[in-house]
């Protein structure tokens, strides 16, 4: 547990670091005011692209913005959804930017889409697996979860460009349209960004994890 805790620190340190620099710059571009709320700046980018009918939705939550590929609904938090702020355009942008993905088949969001079940299985039967293997000290099956955590991997090493490319669309869009000017775009660059270390902090989590029980199997560790 020891060198499995060594092994993910970075990591650790990573994240929390992301996720404090994601409160502070969010709250400081909360304060400033921006032309349109969040859902007016999703829908001004929406049509725009050509995507009047990928609906905006009003959803409870804190940050719980996301778009939803299946059924082509674009749903902001409340606080996204009805603040005019820099930081509640930048976010819903940035959602809009993946509904663009999705509606240009951008090739990593399809990717990424695909192997949504198979990291979210993995992510379960993986550990479940490794675990047992490693108390019966059954290599096969130790190899077997291995590679259902790989899934996992895999899922944070696709998730990290289509991230980076909704948060590229989003302030190209956000510039194009008039909603915010260079300035202000500043302020919502901050935003995206600290929210885009989260993804790196939790893709590197996962690497070390997987090399971590790649330790295990290959006999490298005894804790």
Same mark, same amino acid.
């Not at 990573?14 to 304060?31: E, F, H, I, K």
């Given at each position: 547990m020891l060198m499995y805790l060594l092994f993910?620190?970075?990591?650790?340190?990573?994240?929390?670091?992301?996720?404090?620099?994601?409160?502070?710059?969010?709250?400081?571009?909360?304060?400033?005011?921006?032309? =349109? /709320?969040?859902?007016?700046?999703? !829908? +001004?980018?929406?049509?725009s692209a050509g995507l009047g009918s990928v609906d905006i939705e009003q959803v409870p939550g804190r =940050? /719980?913005?996301?778009?939803?590929? !299946? +059924?082509?609904?674009l749903r902001l938090s409340s606080e996204v959804y009805q603040s005019r702020s820099l930081?509640?355009?930048?976010?819903?942008?940035?959602?809009a930017g993946h509904a663009i993905q999705d509606a240009t088949a951008y090739a990593p969001l399809v990717v990424r889409n695909a192997a949504v079940p198979a990291a979210g299985f993995g992510s379960g039967a993986g550990?479940?697996?490794?675990?047992?293997?490693?108390?019966?000290?059954?290599?096969?099956?130790?190899?077997?979860?291995?590679?259902?955590?790989g899934c996992v991997v895999f899922f944070q090493l696709v998730n990290l460009p289509v991230e980076f490319n909704a948060s590229s669309r989003a302030k190209a869009q956000l510039v194009r349209l008039g909603v915010v000017n260079q300035q202000e775009l500043a302020y919502v660059d901050k935003v995206l960004d600290a929210a885009a270390w989260t993804y790196v902090a939790a893709t590197l989590q996962a690497i070390m994890t997987l090399l971590y029980y790649i330790m295990i199997f290959t006999g490298g560790s005894r804790d």
């Open positions: 993910i620190a970075p990591a650790v340190l990573l994240g929390m670091w992301a996720q404090m620099r994601v409160r502070s710059t969010y709250a400081q571009a909360q304060r400033l005011a921006a032309p =349109l /709320s969040g859902a007016a700046a999703a !829908r +001004h980018i929406l049509d =940050l /719980s913005d996301h778009y939803d590929p !299946r +059924h082509k609904v930081a509640a355009v930048g976010i819903a942008a940035h959602e550990f479940l697996l490794i675990f047992v293997g490693a108390i019966l000290h059954f290599g096969p099956l130790l190899l077997l979860g291995i590679g259902l955590f």
